[in-house]
C-alpha cells in the first residue's frame, strides 16, 4: 500500500502563487504516474497535471497551462505542483493521485487509472 499526503495549500489572493507537494509512505515503485486532480464545491473532480517517472512527461488541463508546472521528487516517489497567476476559479480541494506504474500517455487524465489518493488539501483563491 502507498499512502499519499498532500500539503501546502492555503488562502492566496488572486495572481498569487501555491506549492503543493505530495509525499508518499509504505510501498514505494522505481516507474510511477502521478497526478493533481480538483474538485470545487458542486463541481465534480477535475484532472489539472500529471507526470511520469520513466522519461518525465507531463500533462497538463488546458485551465492551467502557462500558469501551474508539475515536477516530481528525484529521490523517491513524490510530486509537486507549483501554481502561478492564481484564479479565484482555482478555488478548490486539490488531490494527489499515484499509480505503481507507467501510465498511457493519453490515459494520465482519468482518475480511474490511479491506484492511490490523498485526502486532499484545500486552495482558496480570494482577495
Known amino acids: 500500500q502507498v499512502q499519499l499526503l498532500e500539503s501546502g495549500g492555503g488562502l492566496v489572493q488572486p495572481g498569487g502563487s501555491l506549492r503543493l507537494s505530495c509525499t508518499t509512505s509504505g510501498r514505494t515503485f522505481s516507474d510511477y504516474s502521478m497526478a493533481w486532480f480538483r474538485q470545487a464545491p458542486g463541481k465534480e473532480r477535475e484532472f489539472v497535471s500529471a507526470?511520469?517517472?520513466?522519461?518525465?512527461?507531463?500533462g497538463y488541463a488546458d485551465s492551467v497551462k502557462g500558469r501551474f508546472t508539475i515536477s516530481r521528487d528525484r529521490a523517491k516517489m513524490g510530486s509537486y505542483l507549483q501554481m502561478n497567476s492564481l484564479e479565484p476559479e482555482d478555488t478548490a480541494v486539490y488531490y494527489c493521485?499515484?499509480?505503481?506504474?507507467?501510465?498511457?500517455?493519453?490515459?494520465?487524465?482519468?482518475?480511474?487509472?490511479?491506484?492511490?489518493w490523498g485526502q486532499g488539501t484545500q486552495v482558496t483563491v480570494s482577495s
Open positions: 493521485a499515484a499509480r505503481g506504474s507507467r501510465i498511457n500517455y493519453s490515459s494520465l487524465s482519468l482518475s480511474y487509472v490511479y491506484d492511490y
Open positions: 507526470i511520469r517517472s520513466s522519461d518525465n512527461s507531463v
